[in-house]
C-alpha cells in the first residue's frame, strides 16, 4: 500500500466528473521524456479506468468519500423540502448538471431531493428522469461505499427515506 499525499492504493475515493472509484495502483510512466507518478483508479460501475498523476489529484477535485457524519448530513437534505424553481429546464437541467459534477454528495442530494416524484406526482420528462436517475446512481455509489453495501441496496434505502418523507 503506496502512501502519497492523502491516498493510497486501495481507498475509494471520489472523482467530480465520474464518483466513486478505487485506487488501484500508482504506476510511474514516461510521457514526453517526464517521469510522472499516476494514481490508476477504477470506476468498476462504468468499466473505466484513470490515470491522474498525483501532482494533480488535489486540483483536480479528487477527494476522500465522504465520512458518515458527512454523507449523513447529505441524507438529510433528502428530507428537506424540493427547492425546484418554476425556471425553464435547461436552465435547471445546467445547474442540476453542475452539482451532480462537482462531486459534493449534498449537492448531488439537493438534485435527487428536487427531481424525486411521489406516487401522487405528475410524471417527470424523459430528461427529468435521466438527470433523476444520474443523480441517484452517483449519490447512491457513495452511500454504498460509506456504508459497506452494494449500490442497489444504497439506491433503495434513498429512495424509501424519500418516500417516508413525502407520506
Not at 435527487?112 to 436517475?133: A, F
Amino acid at each position: 500500500m503506496t502512501q502519497t499525499n492523502e491516498f493510497a492504493t486501495g481507498d475509494f475515493v471520489v472523482y467530480p466528473t465520474h464518483g466513486v472509484g478505487k485506487i488501484v495502483a500508482e504506476e510511474t510512466q514516461e510521457i514526453a521524456g517526464t517521469q510522472l507518478t499516476v494514481f490508476v483508479i477504477d470506476f468498476e460501475r462504468d468499466r473505466m479506468t484513470l490515470r491522474l498523476p498525483v501532482a494533480k489529484a488535489k486540483a483536480s477535485g479528487l477527494r476522500p468519500i465522504s465520512t458518515r457524519k458527512q454523507m449523513q448530513s447529505a441524507v438529510a437534505k433528502l428530507k428537506g423540502r424540493s427547492r425546484a424553481r418554476r425556471t425553464m429546464w435547461s436552465r435547471r437541467a445546467q445547474e442540476y448538471e453542475t452539482k451532480i459534477n462537482s462531486g459534493d454528495p449534498i449537492s448531488i442530494a439537493e438534485v435527487v431531493r428536487d427531481l424525486h416524484r411521489g406516487e401522487e406526482q405528475p410524471d417527470q420528462s424523459y430528461s427529468e428522469r435521466q438527470m433523476y436517475q444520474a443523480a441517484l446512481e452517483r449519490l447512491a455509489r457513495e452511500f454504498a461505499a460509506v456504508e459497506d453495501m452494494d449500490t442497489d441496496s444504497a439506491a433503495a434505502r434513498i429512495e424509501e427515506i424519500m418516500q417516508k418523507e413525502a407520506a
